[in-house]
């Protein structure tokens, strides 16, 4: 039986620079209110872009996306609801901001690149994004042993 634990993704666009202090002051905003809303997830920033899996209660999630949407400092332009998931991937996790090293060191800034691509687009089927992103979110999940931040 499935709780009541929902999962979303999103990429979208930045509308200003983003440099690394302000992805960090950034990212430390996110973790204080994923901690108040008891949501986790992990943020990645590459080529000017933004991709965010974010999952807690259904409520709490959604509504901290229509928040996301209406940030004048980026622009969404897809959005992946995963629905109702058996169990928090990123328990522990109020929030992880994975810088490009990371995704290097888990050989993944070549994924996030084409879920970039393809999430631009509305020729990749919907099952395959999902599938792409699921990859992603458990080869990320392999990185909760190493430093995290909460």
């Not at 430390?28 to 008891?38: G, T, V």
């Not at 897809?78 to 109702?84: M, R, Y």
Request: aromatic letters at 10%; hydrophobic letters at 45%.
């Amino acid at each position: 039986m499935l709780n009541d634990i929902y999962a979303l993704s999103y990429i979208s666009i930045a509308l200003e620079e983003f440099d690394e202090p302000k992805l960090k002051a950034l990212a430390q905003h996110a973790i204080q209110k994923n901690k108040r809303l008891d949501i986790s997830g992990y943020l990645c920033f590459m080529h000017n872009m933004f991709f965010q899996y974010l999952e807690g209660s259904k409520t709490e999630v959604v509504d901290l996306m229509n928040e996301i949407e209406m940030d004048i400092r980026h622009q969404v332009i897809n959005l992946i609801h995963f629905g109702s998931i058996k169990e928090r991937k990123f328990l522990g996790w109020s929030m992880r901001y994975l810088d490009d090293g990371e995704l290097s060191s888990i050989h993944l800034e070549d994924m996030l690149n084409w879920i970039f691509t393809s999430m631009q687009t509305e020729d990749i089927p919907l099952a395959l994004l999902k599938e792409k992103v699921h990859i992603m979110v458990d080869q990320i999940k392999t990185l909760r042993g190493n430093k995290t931040i909460n």
